[in-house]
């Protein structure tokens, strides 16, 4: 059976990569929460080649940091399907290739969503790199390029299924939309419906009611979910909850304390007290509704002492 339907019978939700953020200290929180399916953030080909320090920190899994896969991106066919075998020395559950990425600078010069305005070379590169490694291989993409008004992404999903990928990840906007505008599961739906390998559907999933009702709408085998999960860990477990029928308690304020810690602690200790401080900001909406008395000073906060003082005078 493959491998990645399995994964996603026991636990259909899945955390997105995101850059800077489904770091491993992430990843672990999200998978105590319930997100049984974890990808790195996505590490250039020609990082893992010439095996940088950037390369190897995402690249790095621990024993306990599984299932987890490594998402490579690149535009040289050449190039990922070197960095894919590199990749597979460091056993990931399997390899995804970025072909969603819609950031000017990447997709531009052809990688990310970029593979988009050449679907058969696309398929062509996932067809190499599947039969070349030894490990299942996914794609991660968005519904199309931009102005079309039929997407490709029904074709693109049966031809990607030829090639011999093992499951698809929908973002369920063209690479013209990055982050603006509504995503439209019915192309998530669409695809599902053509192909026999698991789909992923992402895209403005940001509550546990969403991720049932995408699961409904949509027939997709897993849903996935990206910047919600920053300010809101508990979404995997309140989704699995949803899920299985069961209520589930909201965070408390002891564990909401707790997590911002623990966040802005692994922060610090990734990039340095200065820039991990800073960093950490971006999930103080984990504080929940202890955020408006915490705020001003964990603004404020320069280092870590201080950051910790004020949680600690709650
Ligand atoms: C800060 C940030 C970084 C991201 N980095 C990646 C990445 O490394 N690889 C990738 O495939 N997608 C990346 N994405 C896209 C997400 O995985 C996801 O497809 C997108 O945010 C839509 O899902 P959402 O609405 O649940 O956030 C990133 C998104 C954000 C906001």
């Known amino acids: 059976m493959n491998l990645v339907r399995q994964l996603l019978a026991t636990s259909p939700v899945v955390l997105a990569p995101m850059e ?20 790195t953030e996505f590490v250039g080909a ?20 599984r299932p987890t896969a490594i998402q490579i991106y690149g535009a040289d066919a050449e190039l990922l399907l070197a960095a894919a075998r590199i990749a597979e020395a460091a056993q990931p559950t399997f390899i995804d290739i970025n072909c969603g990425c819609w950031v000017p600078a990447i997709a531009r010069r052809g990688a990310g969503a970029g593979w988009l305005r050449d679907p058969n070379a696309m398929v062509e590169m996932a067809r190499r790199i599947v039969e070349a490694n030894a490990l299942p291989v996914t794609v991660k ?3 199309g390029w931009g102005p079309e008004s039929e997407m490709p992404i029904t074709d693109l999903a049966c031809r990607l299924e030829d090639a011999g990928i093992a499951a698809l990840t929908i973002h369920c906007r063209t690479a013209e939309m990055g982050h603006r505008g509504a995503a439209d599961w019915s192309w998530a739906r669409k695809a599902q419906e053509r192909v026999a390998i698991p789909v992923i559907v992402n895209g403005d999933v940001v509550t546990a009611d969403d991720v049932v009702r995408a699961l409904d709408e949509t027939g997709c085998a897993g849903v ?10 508990w979404i995997f477990r309140e989704a699995q909850a949803r899920l299985a029928r069961r209520e589930v308690a909201p965070p408390t304020d002891a564990e909401r304390l707790t997590m911002f810690r623990l966040l802005t602690e692994a922060s610090v200790a990734k990039r340095g007290e200065r820039h991990g401080v800073a960093a950490a900001k971006r999930h103080i909406a984990v504080l929940g509704p202890l955020l408006a008395d915490l705020k001003p000073r964990l603004l404020r906060a320069r280092a870590l002492a201080e950051s910790l003082d004020a949680l600690s005078a709650v």
């Open 224 to 233: 996935m979910i990206g910047r919600a999960a920053i300010a809101n860990p």
């Open 141 to 143: 993409t968005r519904i």
């Open 20 to 39: 800077d953020i489904t770091d491993a200290a992430f990843r672990r929180i999200c998978r105590g929460l319930g997100a049984s399916l974890c990808m």
């Open 46 to 65: 020609e990082q893992i080649i010439a095996d940088s320090e950037l390369a190897r920190r995402r690249a790095y899994l621990s024993p306990e940091d």
